[in-house]
């Protein structure tokens, strides 16, 4: 009998201490990112999807882009989760219905002459969208407008007592940031050309417009080189199962542009080149313990005509591959030590007169940034490449990413007249207990320079997920809906700030991206998505 009342006593005790904690409600048919203007009625259309159609003029251009992303959205719009078929009697229970929606129109006022067209740097973007009793109309100059307007034209539908409606609704949309990107490391662990895609689709999902490949690292050098397939073969985790090749970067590229997504390369030089030495460890600097070599390999050998030979052919062939204009020659976090430790690269700076290990830095980047100019590409570089003095021409865009010193390194950037990205309070590698997006939605770069001249040299940022501790069976719940605050901040406008609203609709929002395939984590805690 003592032990059943231990029992009992123990069951209550347990089940008195739960506590449910608050429920955040999602919104129904709201868009993120927020749109710039939009009115919203609370009469509605029902949609069928059996019956419902985009309808674009046969002249309209770029037929084959469109029709994928007119396939892609109807797909989204026809496989909605639905309990149940909906009837007309359960139409008699809804409210203000102004009857069925059955078409979009597509309205592109612009060009759009090739079949091959790339989205690039400051694109237009902008669309408008109607849907009312007298029309539904899709508007906008460029077929990126035009995809960044079905993006938020299937947002607007949401499902009401089992049937799929929207509201009338009038929106007028533009970005704030041209450059809108997600920074994806492939190096630490390899992530399969399923995941790229899947990544690309969120992306599409948030009106992010720039996918940063971080392709090497010390750890792997998984892209299969045409000219120097051996840095693969041997600095790859496995010389097949861990590699691009290339028709998978292909592949990468031509699934983005689709999307209205630019792909950016990057390939860290002078440190962070590990991988590359174990094909070719004379392209390394070898370090040293007193006057003996110890075995150990540092940053490129910036002392060697052979390493810019290299590199020249390398990035001659990836500005090929990648048909982006920029290109991305990293410049973080070069470690000194070894170049200090070796006595050739001491008689070299002396004979140079380098004065300092920040100077033959210098000296190795403006080498780079000849061959870039020599092959027609612009480029980013870490803001370490900017802090330690490099002379760096005014198209170079310096991204900025060091957390301490983020704001104050963005204002001096941009005082000195350098275009600018921003990604100091976006790392995703950063996690905090419970549901963190809110710290990605609380930054705003525009607020950390002091003047208008500044602002405008500001072209937006990047949130950045560093791979070491994700691999593909975990990077798309680390990633999303996280990245998705800071997209609302580099899309809308400045005063779309609410924290309250904002916490509804990306409750909203996770559960979108979760029935469209996207492991988005719950953002707000306990709820469940209907």
Avoid at 209 to 230: C, G, I, M, Q
Avoid at 302 to 310: G, L
């Amino acid at each position: 009998m003592f032990k059943i009342v231990v029992v009992l006593v123990a069951i209550f005790s347990c089940s008195s201490a739960i506590n449910p904690g608050p429920v955040v409600h999602a919104t129904k048919g709201e868009v993120w990112p927020k749109p710039q203007q939009q009115e919203k009625s609370q009469d509605f259309f029902v949609i069928r999807p059996h019956t419902f159609s985009f309808k674009a003029p046969d002249n309209i251009g770029c037929p084959n882009f469109l029709n994928d992303a007119l396939t892609r959205y109807w797909t989204i719009i026809a496989t909605a989760t639905l309990k149940k078929s909906w009837t007309k009697q359960s139409l008699l229970d809804l409210d203000s219905s102004l009857g069925n929606l059955d078409s979009l129109t597509i309205e592109l006022t612009g060009e759009c002459a090739s079949e091959e067209i790339l989205p690039a740097f400051g694109d237009d973007e902008n669309y408008s969208l109607t849907v009312s009793a007298e029309e539904s109309l899709l508007s906008a100059a460029t077929i990126w407008g035009v995809l960044r307007g079905l993006e938020t034209f299937s947002q607007l539908i949401y499902t009401e007592q089992d049937v799929l409606v929207i509201n009338a609704t009038s929106i007028t949309d533009f970005p704030t940031h041209p450059y809108r990107g997600l920074l994806l490391d492939t190096s630490r662990h390899f992530e399969p050309v399923s995941i790229i895609f899947k990544t690309l689709d969120a992306m599409a999902y948030n009106k992010l417009n720039v996918f940063h490949w971080h392709l090497t690292d010390d750890h792997s050098f998984p892209y299969k080189s045409r000219a120097f397939p051996e840095l693969s073969d041997e600095g790859a985790y496995h010389p097949v199962a861990t590699v691009y090749e290339q028709s998978d970067v292909k592949r990468v590229i031509e699934y983005a542009r689709l999307r209205g997504i630019r792909v950016v390369p990057e390939f860290d030089t002078p440190g962070h080149t590990r991988s590359w030495g174990v094909s070719h460890p004379e392209l390394l600097t070898s370090c040293y313990t007193g006057d003996e070599a110890n075995g150990q390999l540092g940053p490129m050998d910036p002392s060697k005509n052979t390493t810019y030979e290299f590199i020249s052919q390398l990035f001659a062939e990836v500005t090929d591959v990648f048909p982006d204009s920029y290109f991305h020659i990293g410049g973080d976090e070069v470690d000194f030590e070894c170049w200090k430790s070796n006595p050739d690269l001491t008689a070299f700076m002396a004979a140079n007169d380098l004065a300092s290990y920040e100077k033959l830095e210098n000296y190795f980047i403006q080498h780079v940034v000849d061959i870039l100019d020599g092959l027609g590409s612009n480029y980013l570089v870490w803001e370490e490449v900017f802090v330690n003095g490099v002379d760096l021409p005014e198209s170079t865009v310096v991204h900025v990413w060091k957390f301490n010193g983020g704001p104050a390194t963005l204002n001096q950037v941009t005082k000195a007249g350098k275009y600018a990205l921003y990604s100091s309070c976006w790392y995703l590698s950063n996690l905090h207990s419970g549901g963190d997006w809110n710290l990605f939605y609380d930054c705003y770069p525009l607020e950390y320079v002091d003047t208008d001249e500044q602002r405008q040299l500001i072209l937006g940022g990047e949130v950045c997920m560093w791979g070491e501790y994700v691999n593909e069976h975990s990077v798309m719940q680390r990633v999303w809906p996280r990245a998705s605050a800071a997209a609302e901040r580099l899309w809308s406008a400045a005063n779309v700030k609410d924290m309250t609203d904002a916490q509804r609709r990306i409750e909203e929002h996770a559960c979108r991206m979760n029935r469209r395939g996207i492991e988005a984590q719950p953002p707000n805690g306990p709820g469940v998505c209907l």
